[in-house]
């Protein structure tokens, strides 16, 4: 009987694999800068991440929320962010990523 041996890699450092290939992106202006309200500071809430991890058996699917810089087709460069995540991940933690949503929340 033969046992398959498994990897188990950290949420954080698919974040962190995220994070840098979407910063290597030239559209990209930043991330979504998530900011809290009073009530939440009262209540010290955490302030929701502009990316966003979902796993499921063995696939994963990320949401990311970006600020793109002006002059750049959104479309286009929504798609090219979704590819070089998907690469990242798929290159770096060897894990099959199932869908990245791209959310554009603004231009500068």
Do not use: C, W
Request: glycine share 4%.
């Amino acid at each position: 009987m033969s046992e398959k041996a498994r990897l188990l890699v950290s949420e954080k450092v698919i974040y962190t694999i995220v994070r840098t290939a979407i910063m290597q992106s030239p559209s990209v202006y930043g991330l979504k800068n998530s900011r809290r309200n009073f009530a939440d500071y009262l209540l010290k809430a955490k302030a929701p991440s502009p990316i966003k991890i979902y796993t499921r058996e063995d696939a994963i699917f990320i949401d990311v929320t970006v600020i793109l810089k002006s002059g750049k087709n959104i479309k286009t460069e929504a798609q090219h962010i979704q590819e070089y995540v998907k690469a990242a991940v798929q290159d770096e933690a060897g894990i099959a990523v199932s869908k990245v949503n791209v959310k554009v929340d603004g231009v500068k």
